[in-house]
């Protein structure tokens, strides 16, 4: 029976960790295919009425949610899970009314009560609003549906478009001061900054005494997709001291061949655990036996969610990344270290 009930557990928690997985290649691709539409449209999209725009946001496309100087939300939908973490971390914890089922984190999160799934065809515009809130924070590309039907409803919206680690810096910061919480975030912002520059300033000296790492981060492999140029997450291999072998590809998650990567033959491998795919599995890959990250076993698994939610925790995947580039160990498991101490208040 004990047996059986071990069994079932597992099977629930494979189950979650593949839903997972496909949220994340999906909102990949949606917001692959927004960045496409974007280049095509000559005009910005606006997340609520506006008073002030925030130039390091308008860069990538995202106008800033402030109603008024004076307005503070007091109950907030959070939709995306970074959009959980962000508030959490600055000391807005209150003030979120509901969640997502996958804003999980930190674990007090699961204490609030959840409006359905990440996507559209999981999501209850009804039940969004039957919590009143005052604002919804979801991802633009995942959640511009449910935009018209909340703003008629006399709710203010805000969609991220953090792609950069300068624009989760800049969200984080304005949060802080929507939420009335601009000292912690700010705080925030700046560890997050200090951590960058100094694994840079390091990365920098390691340059100049040895070879860098080229890295295959793969976010889905069916298809195969990875990280382009635009996105965070070749920034934080860049940081770590590698050299994301799809760098120059000028979408934030392009999709890629198999032959590319073989050919691209990366030094180390990267894969996010929430797509089920062990480094065991990689090796099996028909031809991928010549590639420099197989034949050394050079295939690590890091945790999808500190790497995959442009939010507080990428300074863990940093840190992680760095571990596999510099020390060729696989990290300790950091499935709910926070950047710092949550300020659940």
Not at 82 to 92: K, N, P, Q, Y
């Amino acid at each position: 029976m004990q047996k059986q009930k071990a069994q079932n557990k597992q099977n629930k928690l494979n189950k979650t960790k593949k839903t997972r997985a496909l949220i994340l290649a999906a909102a990949a691709i949606i917001s692959l295919t927004a960045s496409l539409l974007a280049a095509g449209c000559a005009k910005t999209k606006s997340a609520v009425p506006l008073t002030k725009t925030d130039s390091s946001q308008t860069a990538n496309a995202q106008t800033v949610a402030a109603a008024s100087p004076r307005y503070v939300p007091k109950r907030i939908v959070v939709l995306s899970p970074s959009a959980a973490e962000i508030l959490c971390e600055i000391g807005a914890y209150s003030q979120i009314a509901a969640r997502t089922d996958f804003c999980d984190w930190p674990e007090q999160m699961q204490q609030k009560p959840s409006v359905g799934g990440f996507s559209e065809k999981s999501l209850s515009i009804e039940k969004i609003i039957s919590y009143s809130p005052d604002m919804v924070y979801g991802s633009e590309g995942m959640h511009d549906f449910a935009k018209p039907q909340l703003e008629s409803a006399g709710i203010k919206v805000y969609l991220s478009k953090a792609e950069s680690v300068s624009s989760i810096i800049q969200e984080i910061i304005y949060m802080g001061e929507l939420t009335g919480h601009t000292k912690k975030a700010n705080e925030l912002a700046q560890s997050i900054q200090n951590a960058f520059t100094a694994a840079q300033n390091k990365t920098q000296v390691q340059q100049s005494l040895s070879k860098q790492k080229n890295v295959y981060y793969e976010v889905w492999n069916s298809p195969y997709m990875s990280a382009g140029k635009s996105s965070y997450i070749t920034e934080i291999i860049q940081a770590a001291g590698g050299t994301n072998i799809f760098s120059s590809l000028q979408s934030q998650y392009p999709l890629v061949s198999e032959e590319a990567i073989i050919a691209a033959n990366p030094d180390v491998i990267i894969l996010p655990d929430s797509n089920g795919i062990s480094p065991s599995q990689v090796e099996q890959r028909p031809g991928w036996n010549t590639i420099s990250a197989v034949k050394n076993k050079k295939i690590y698994t890091i945790n999808a969610d500190i790497i995959s939610r442009p939010g507080p925790r990428i300074t863990l995947a940093l840190k992680q990344v760095e571990q596999i580039l510099c020390d060729n160990s696989i990290p300790a498991p950091q499935t709910s270290a926070p950047t710092q101490t949550a300020s659940l208040q």
